[in-house]
Every structure is written in structure tokens, then in C-alpha cells.
């Protein structure tokens, strides 16, 4: 039997949390562990729960670093994040300035106040309670 990669989400320090996360960040952390164990890479979180962030503090958003990242992993694991959680997720490439060129200029989402490139992961907008219905 091969043994299971131990590629995982690490905290950025000890000011990340997860407590008070919702089902919908469990559903967001599952797939950024799977895809740790895929790329074989350790995924750091920067911003689980907060209080500064309204989708933060209701534990349905997650911030993984991009940092040292080629472009093409950036893509891919945006890409990938996208199609595996499906239409009830966002995933943006968050970014404080917009990049001139290169690969990421069409996905980036420019916020002035992110202090560095980041994905950002969380529950659509307006989309209420995660899962909608009970066994569904
Ligand atoms: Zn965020």
C-alpha cells in the first residue's frame, strides 16, 4: 500500500483560524486539501475566520497564499477550485494591483485593499444558508 501524501493546509500563523466555520467552509477546505495532495504542495491559509470580512466572520470564505507561486499553478488550481466546487462557490485570484500581462491578467480580481496576491474562496454572494436543504 502506498502511502498517503501528508501535502495539507497549513496556517499562516497564529492568527488564522478556523473556528466558527460553516459547512460551506468545510466544503471550501476539502477541496483546497484535495488539491494540496494532487499538486503535491502544502496550501498556506491566510484568512479563515475574521472579524474584518462579513463572508470571514460567517465561516464561509477562505484565503490561500499564492505566494512563490508560478502563474500556470495559479491558474490551474483556480481552474481546478472552480470546477470542483461548482456554481454555489466563487474562487477569485485576488490581487491589490492589476497585473499589465501574462496569463492571470484576465482572471485577477483587483482589491485595493488586499495586502498580496491571494485566492479568495467563499460562498456566492447572496446564496443564504449552505447547504440549502437538509440530505440534498
Ligand atoms: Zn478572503
Same mark, same amino acid.
Given at each position: 500500500m #502506498?502511502?498517503? *501524501?501528508?501535502?495539507?493546509?497549513?496556517?499562516?500563523?497564529? @492568527?488564522?483560524? +478556523?473556528?466558527?466555520?460553516? +459547512?460551506?467552509g %468545510?466544503?471550501i477546505? $476539502?477541496?483546497?486539501d484535495?488539491?494540496?495532495?494532487? %499538486?503535491l504542495?502544502?496550501?498556506?491559509a @491566510?484568512s479563515?475566520?475574521?472579524a474584518s470580512? @462579513?463572508? /470571514?466572520?460567517?465561516?464561509?470564505?477562505?484565503?490561500?497564499?499564492?505566494r512563490?507561486?508560478?502563474e500556470?499553478?495559479?491558474? &490551474?488550481?483556480? @481552474?481546478t477550485?472552480?470546477?470542483? !466546487?461548482?456554481t454555489? %462557490? &466563487?474562487v477569485l485570484?485576488e490581487?491589490?494591483a492589476? +497585473?499589465?500581462?501574462?496569463?492571470?491578467?484576465?482572471?485577477?480580481? /483587483?482589491n485595493? *485593499?488586499a #495586502? $498580496?496576491p491571494? !485566492? /479568495?474562496?467563499?460562498l456566492?454572494?447572496g446564496f443564504?444558508?449552505w447547504p +440549502?436543504?437538509a440530505n440534498s
Amino acid at each position: 500500500m #502506498t502511502s498517503a *501524501s501528508r501535502h495539507c493546509i497549513r496556517l499562516k500563523d497564529v @492568527t488564522v483560524t +478556523p473556528a466558527g466555520l460553516s +459547512p460551506a467552509g %468545510f466544503r471550501i477546505l $476539502a477541496a483546497i486539501d484535495h488539491l494540496a495532495q494532487l %499538486f503535491l504542495i502544502d496550501m498556506v491559509a @491566510t484568512s479563515i475566520v475574521r472579524a474584518s470580512s @462579513t463572508v /470571514h466572520q460567517r465561516g464561509e470564505a477562505v484565503d490561500i497564499s499564492v505566494r512563490d507561486w508560478p502563474e500556470w499553478r495559479v491558474m &490551474a488550481v483556480w @481552474t481546478t477550485l472552480r470546477s470542483s !466546487l461548482g456554481t454555489d %462557490f &466563487a474562487v477569485l485570484y485576488e490581487v491589490p494591483a492589476l +497585473p499589465d500581462q501574462g496569463i492571470l491578467r484576465d482572471i485577477a480580481y /483587483h482589491n485595493p *485593499s488586499a #495586502t $498580496a496576491p491571494h !485566492l /479568495h474562496i467563499q460562498l456566492r454572494k447572496g446564496f443564504g444558508v449552505w447547504p +440549502p436543504h437538509a440530505n440534498s
